[in-house]
């Protein structure tokens, strides 16, 4: 069964860093698209960052509102991803996602049940 | 960025009822479209890809169309398990954008 599960989450307060991690199993990680989707509190879905899979070098994307201040990465041989946030933001406060795609099948097949971060003093 | 704009935001319709949500695309974005379901308090769930192919496990029920800026998700018979927020989302470019999404509830 494929899974992703994250961890990491908690208060942090503005100015701050927090790691996030998403362990994977049931698939072939590095053959998969990993990403990071979040959800500020009853608000919508935003897609914050990718690592494509190996075929295409592990390279990355981001979005523009955290381009600068998150670091996703990944290793392979811990079936992990991780979003290092840095300088975070009261806006920042989310349920942040982990999801699995699979080039050329849409995106984001399979989501972790989130983690939640809250940045507040 | 590509704007994403649903509509209805919400709805309320009946058990048995045909439902019907939309989704533009400010610009083309061919078939690059997903749509994805998200009941209260859960991850969200991916019903179809690339506009028109449903997940599977997903049930014949709901179908997806269209192609560049406009696009559909049609219920054929809605079910009481349908109650949830419905979102698009465009992978033709980044970055990816989601609609504001759907609030479905049952009468």
């Known amino acids: 069964e494929v899974q992703v599960v994250e961890s990491g989450g908690g208060l942090v307060q503005p100015g701050g860093s927090l790691r996030l991690s998403c362990a994977g199993s049931?698939?072939?990680?590095?053959?998969?698209?990993l990403d990071w989707i979040r959800q500020a509190p009853g608000k919508g879905l935003e897609w914050v960052a990718r690592?494509?899979?190996?075929?295409?070098?592990?390279?990355?994307e981001y979005a523009a509102s955290v381009a600068g201040r998150f670091i996703i990465s990944r290793d392979n041989s811990q079936n992990s991803v991780y979003l290092q946030m840095s300088s975070l933001k009261t806006e920042d406060t989310a349920v942040y996602y982990c999801?699995?795609?699979?080039?050329?099948?849409?995106?984001?097949?399979?989501w972790g049940q989130g983690t939640l971060v809250t940045v507040s003093s | 960025d590509i704007q994403m704009t649903q509509s209805p935001s919400s709805l309320s319709a009946s058990v048995g009822d045909r439902v019907t949500i939309t989704c533009r695309a400010s610009?083309?974005?061919?078939?690059?479209l997903g749509w994805y379901q998200q009941k209260p308090g859960k991850a969200p769930k991916r019903l179809v890809y690339t506009a028109s192919i449903l997940q599977s496990g997903v049930p014949s029920r709901f179908s997806g169309s269209g192609y560049g800026t406009h696009f559909t998700l049609t219920i054929s018979s809605l079910q009481p398990e349908d109650l949830a927020t419905y979102y698009c989302?465009?992978?033709?470019?980044?970055?990816?954008?989601f609609g504001q999404g759907t609030k479905l509830e049952i009468k």
């Open positions: 989302l465009q992978h033709s470019r980044y970055p990816y954008t």
């Open positions: 999801t699995r795609s699979t080039y050329g099948s849409g995106n984001f097949d399979s």
């Open positions: 690592s494509r899979d190996r075929t295409r070098g592990h390279t990355i």
């Open positions: 049931g698939f072939p990680f590095s053959d998969h698209y």
């Open positions: 610009q083309g974005i061919g078939d690059d």
